[in-house]
């Protein structure tokens, strides 16, 4: 999987603090944060007719990062959502669109990572691009990664931070290997999420074989209605693609759990997919040379697929008028 560029952003306006600047001549000093030591965060959105979907939930983690790393000014939600309005105005945007929000801690004064050298700032990127979900809906494969997510005592990982080379890392060996994505383990070995998405798994529960032929029934045991499953967000970032299918599974019965999953249970398991604004959701039918249920999208990521189509076509922060 290798995204390609698309001649519909050749001209792109990027938004740098407020002012918009063709994609070729865009550029921050460097003496800033982001170049100087990745201190920064990001979010990424997605508009869909005119409205970005789950925007404010977006914007509220954003916010929550910045704070957790003490930047010492951050704007507030009105003035983020003028720029991205100013940005998809100038470049014509109304569908299809991803959007990329980057925030540093601003301008240092000299070369150095003390904070205290950061008196000009923060900087504040919108970068808007014509982008459709990036993932391959009829099957992704994944590698498991030698590259392990941090516990929160390392680096919490619900600071949604600019520092991405273990994403990146784990991305290599993804590539070397002939897969679509890394999947992650944290370090206890159980799953984390993939090198850029959460993970689900549907399991289906079965009733024990001797409970199945108490009463010396020899009728086979019975399926029961399948549960979705996604690892705690112990080593991840908190998902708002992830929320959004356990808010979905919660409204529509669907059982789910969260806990930690270790490799045999995603070997094992009857669907997988996995979630996030690039990409919404995307079936993953190999994990480390094996087929994950029959090698083709389930019924239940089918489901969910729609349930949340649904929810974009119809909710959202409308920015373009």
Not at 142 to 153: G, K, Y
Request: a negative charge; aromatic letters at 4%; glycine letters at 8%.
């Amino acid at each position: 999987m290798l995204q390609t560029f698309d001649t519909k952003n050749a001209d792109l306006l990027i938004n740098i603090n407020g002012e918009l600047i063709h994609r070729h001549q865009a550029g921050i000093s460097p003496f800033d944060s982001a170049v100087q030591g990745g201190d920064a965060v990001w979010e990424g959105l997605r508009l869909y007719h005119g409205r970005i979907f789950k925007l404010n939930e977006h914007l509220d983690r954003l916010r929550g990062s910045a704070q957790a790393l003490a930047f010492a000014e951050i704007p507030s939600h009105e003035r983020i959502i003028e720029q991205i309005r100013k940005t998809l105005a100038a470049n014509k945007m109304t569908d299809g669109v991803h959007i990329r929000l980057t925030l540093t801690r601003g301008v240092k004064i000299t070369s150095g990572m003390d904070p205290r050298l950061n008196q000009a700032g923060p900087t504040l990127i919108v970068l808007a691009e014509h982008k459709p979900p990036v993932y391959d809906k009829s099957g992704l494969t994944l590698v498991t990664s030698s590259i392990r997510r941090f516990p929160p005592d390392c680096l919490d990982p619900k600071i949604h931070h600019n520092n991405l080379l273990q994403s990146i890392l784990a991305k290599i060996e993804a590539n070397a290997a002939g897969a679509d994505d890394a999947l992650m383990l944290d370090m206890r070995g159980f799953v984390a999420e993939t090198n850029a998405t959460h993970v689900f798994l549907v399991q289906a529960t079965r009733p024990r074989d001797n409970q199945a032929r108490s009463g010396g029934s020899t009728k086979p045991p019975r399926t029961q209605d399948p549960i979705v499953v996604t690892p705690f967000c112990h080593a991840c970032p908190e998902g708002i693609t992830r929320a959004t299918v356990l808010d979905l599974c919660r409204e529509h019965d669907i059982p789910h759990a969260e806990k930690d999953l270790s490799l045999t249970e995603v070997y094992r398991a009857d669907e997988m997919f996995c979630t996030g604004t690039m990409g919404e959701l995307a079936a993953v039918t190999q994990v480390d040379g094996r087929t994950i249920g029959d090698g083709q999208p389930g019924p239940m990521t089918s489901r969910l697929s729609e349930l949340f189509r649904a929810l974009t076509e119809t909710q959202g922060v409308r920015v373009v008028d």
